[in-house]
């Protein structure tokens, strides 16, 4: 069974950009033999600019960290809501890995996007 990985990127701001990073990220993770769960996909279903509907995707994101044998943390910045995922990580007790730009373009090669 492959290990299932939960990719925590940053998300707001440059909603756009962001989810472009993404797919990247999650591409990387497929590319490691893992099944990427990626909450950023609630992006293209609620409006991450309105509280309400930001709070649902959260809440939803860590909801499906049960189900998950690892974090991974991609990008240069941890926003609030990573913080959010990475502490309920530790109460979990689910492992919690930082993935490097380097490690990125050595497995799938490409630009950074940083």
Not at 34 to 44: G, K, M, R
Request: charged share 25%; net charge neutral; proline share 3%.
């Amino acid at each position: 069974m492959m290990k299932k990985v939960y990719i925590c990127a940053p998300l707001g701001g440059d909603v756009e950009g962001n989810l472009e990073r993404v797919k990247r990220y999650t591409r990387y993770a497929l590319m490691c033999g893992t099944a990427p769960v990626v909450p950023h996909f609630y992006a293209l279903c609620l409006d991450d600019n309105d509280q309400k509907e930001r709070e649902i995707g959260l809440a939803a994101g860590l909801g499906m960290l049960w189900f998950c044998d690892e974090l991974w943390v991609f990008g240069q910045t941890v926003t609030e809501g990573m913080k959010q995922e990475i502490q309920f990580c530790k109460h979990l007790n689910i492992k919690t890995r930082y993935v490097s730009e380097k490690e990125i373009r050595k497995k799938i090669g490409g630009i950074t996007h940083e």
